[in-house]
């Protein structure tokens, strides 16, 4: 009988095993420590706010009937409040499956992703997965290149992930910065924004990246504002 890992394909052997790190009950246990704040989780130390638990606990009773997988409230309560089509929502289980989506619905083996150095761990994955072939932009000053990324493309890219602000280096793409950008960006090239950090941001030259969806430009948001 064969081992059944020679049955796996190649590119899930190529993918590094992710390690989301200890859990903040483990630290408290291991150091005895009464709090712990993991802000790599996205994990809120205030916990959830009443009405969150309220509507939960409302919602319990009819677990036994399948969730609406178009989540058509959520999505039509969100197409209102970001002004754009309902049809142009995809509601997922946090940014991860949203990349990992994107991956899937537009990108064929052998075309190329293109991502900054540092990057997220969905990126490569999400490469990985789709047979795609990675092409890496090494940061400058901890941002991202995005004269290089422009320059990196050739007919073969499809996809061009861009996290904004930048996971893990904190920095953003201004305004003015991801509109020269996006000019240079031809039509066969799709750019995720993914900007699950938002929300962190207070700088005013922040880009409402949305527009771009709102004018049907091939671009796509990941992360909390998960358009």
């Not at 291991?30 to 939960?56: D, F, H, R, W, Y």
């Not at 039509?76 to 899937?104: Q, T, Y």
């Not at 537009?106 to 150095?117: A, R, W």
């Amino acid at each position: 009988m064969s081992d059944i890992s020679d049955l796996v394909r190649n590119s899930i052997k190529q993918i590094t095993p992710y390690s989301p790190g200890k859990s903040s009950r483990e630290v408290k246990e291991e150091l005895g420590l009464s709090e712990v704040t993991k802000l790599a989780s996205n994990e809120n130390p205030l916990g959830p706010c009443p009405q969150a638990i309220q509507a939960m606990q409302q919602a319990a009773s009819d677990v036994y009937f399948y969730p609406d997988p178009l989540c058509r409230d959520l999505t039509a309560a969100l197409a209102d409040k970001l002004d754009v089509d309902p049809d142009g929502i995809l509601v997922g289980r946090g940014s991860d499956e949203i990349i990992h989506m994107m991956g899937l619905a537009f990108v064929n083996p052998g075309e190329e992703i293109i991502y900054s150095d540092p990057w997220f761990a969905m990126y490569p994955i999400t490469a990985a997965l789709m047979d795609a072939r990675a092409v890496t932009i090494l940061h400058r000053d901890f941002a991202h290149d995005l004269e290089a990324m422009a320059a990196a493309i050739t007919d073969r890219t499809k996809l061009i992930l861009i996290s904004n602000p930048y996971n893990p280096t904190g920095t953003i793409v201004t305004a003015e910065q991801m509109s020269e950008f996006m000019e240079a960006i031809p039509d066969h090239v799709i750019v995720g924004f993914d900007e699950a950090y938002y929300e962190y941001v207070d700088d005013p030259d922040y880009p409402d990246c949305l527009d771009y969806v709102r004018e049907g430009r091939n671009a796509t948001q990941a992360g909390a504002r998960a358009v």
